[in-house]
Structures are given as C-alpha cells and as structure tokens.
C-alpha cells in the first residue's frame, strides 16, 4: 500500500515551454502533498505544500508564478513549471501523506520527474 | 527550531562491512524520526522509523534507535551488500506544522 506515481517520468523540452508535473496517490486519500526539488547530489528541498481544495504554501524564495500547483482532488496534484529555462532543469520529487493534515504521518514519495530544459 | 545533522559522505565499504551513518536532530517536542533510501535514479523509499524515544525501527537488516538522551538516530546494519549501495537520507518531522526536515544525505557504495 501507499504507492505514489508521477508523470511523466523523464521530460525535455525547449525553453520558454511550460510543462505539467502530475503525482498521484495509488491507493489512499492524501490531503497534503508536498512537492521538492533535488539538484545533483544534494539533499531534498521544499518548494511547496499542496492541501487539496485549497492554494498551496510556498517555501520562500519559490516564485508562485513560476511553478503552479493545483490540488484539485484527494489523488491528485499537478506541478506546471511555466515558461521554462534551463535553469529549472531538475528532479522533481513528490510525495504525500495518508490521513489527516495536522498530524504527523510517514510522507510517501513519487519516483521522481527528471525535466531538462533546452 | 528543527534540523536535522548528518554525517558526510561519501562511504565506501566492502560487502559484508558493518555501517553506520550518523545522524543527530534538534527539535522542539517530540519528533518522529524517519530514514529514507534514495537508489539512482529513484525517489526517496522509506526504510525505517520511530515515533517516540526508545523506538527501533528496523528494515531489510538496517536498524536505528530513537535516542532522546542523546538526540540521535544512526542508522545501522551489520553486512552491508552491493544492492545496499545509494544515497541515505535521515529525516525528521514536526509534529505540529507537519514539516519534514532532511539530512544532507549521505552516499553509500559497497564494493565487492
């Protein structure tokens, strides 16, 4: 149980593209994922908080505009980077957490999404 | 606040050396303290972890012991194989805001 998919795994494409990230709960109800970035051989960094039916919580220095998330069911959320450079290549992980927001609960990690811009 | 200190890699060991990867934490409260496996390529699996003081979380030969006195959780397995090579990451979540802090991670190769 608690398997999280992404899609799509791999991703290219040119800069000034916009590319839509999905992360899915296979078999539970997540009423919060959490989205991070992971640049090569470093650690896992937060960029925002999706609660479903509501926005999403920002780290700071996250441009909102820039990477948009939508949490629009208990399965579902989707990361859009807009207008890509290649500065935004990297791996994007999701993960979420089974059961009530507020307590504290194991986060279930995506595969990851490699996104190379050109 | 809370943060999470890891012991820097990379390790490199033979196959069937015993491991250890140290992990310290600062936290206000009572965390739950988790250890997370990164092979290439992949996301995070969860490995192992423990809720309160005292706890032992153990996983595929890899053990840790939420220590309070000492505010530790180092990850352990006596015979490490190849298959065990990857980056290890210790973590930490917040019981009120629902936070989780990460380590630096720490990068693992056994040879044979």
């Known amino acids: 149980g608690a398997v999280v998919s992404q899609h799509p795994s791999w991703v290219i494409c040119k800069s000034g593209t916009s590319v839509k990230i999905e992360c899915r709960s296979l078999?539970?109800?997540?009423?919060?994922m959490f989205w991070y970035r992971q640049f090569p051989k470093q650690s896992l960094m937060l960029m925002a908080t999706?609660?479903?039916?509501?926005?999403?919580?920002?780290e700071q220095g996250v441009e909102k505009d820039k990477f948009l998330i939508n949490h629009a069911s208990l399965t579902l959320s989707t990361l859009t980077v807009t207008s890509a450079h290649p500065e935004d290549s990297s791996f994007y992980i999701c993960?979420?957490?089974?059961?009530?927001?507020?307590?504290?609960?194991?986060?279930?990690f995506g595969p990851g999404t490699r996104l190379l811009v050109l | 606040g809370n943060s999470v200190t890891q012991m820097e890699g990379p390790v490199t060991l033979s196959e069937e050396a015993f491991l250890t990867i140290n992990c310290t934490y600062t936290a206000t409260g009572y965390p739950s303290l988790f250890w997370y496996v990164q092979y290439p390529g992949e996301g995070l699996q969860l490995l192992l972890k423990?809720?309160?003081?005292?706890d032992k979380g153990s996983n595929k030969g890899f053990e840790a012991t939420y220590r309070k006195e000492t505010t530790s959780f180092h990850l352990e397995k006596g015979s490490v194989q190849v298959s065990d090579s990857a980056v290890y990451f210790c973590a930490l979540s917040d019981l009120v805001g629902n936070q989780f802090y990460f380590g630096t991670g720490t990068s693992l190769t056994v040879i044979p």
């Open positions: 999706s609660n479903e039916g509501s926005k999403a919580t920002y």
């Open positions: 993960s979420a957490i089974q059961g009530k927001s507020g307590r504290s609960e194991t986060q279930y």
């Open positions: 078999d539970f109800q997540a009423t919060t």
């Open positions: 423990a809720t309160k003081a005292d």
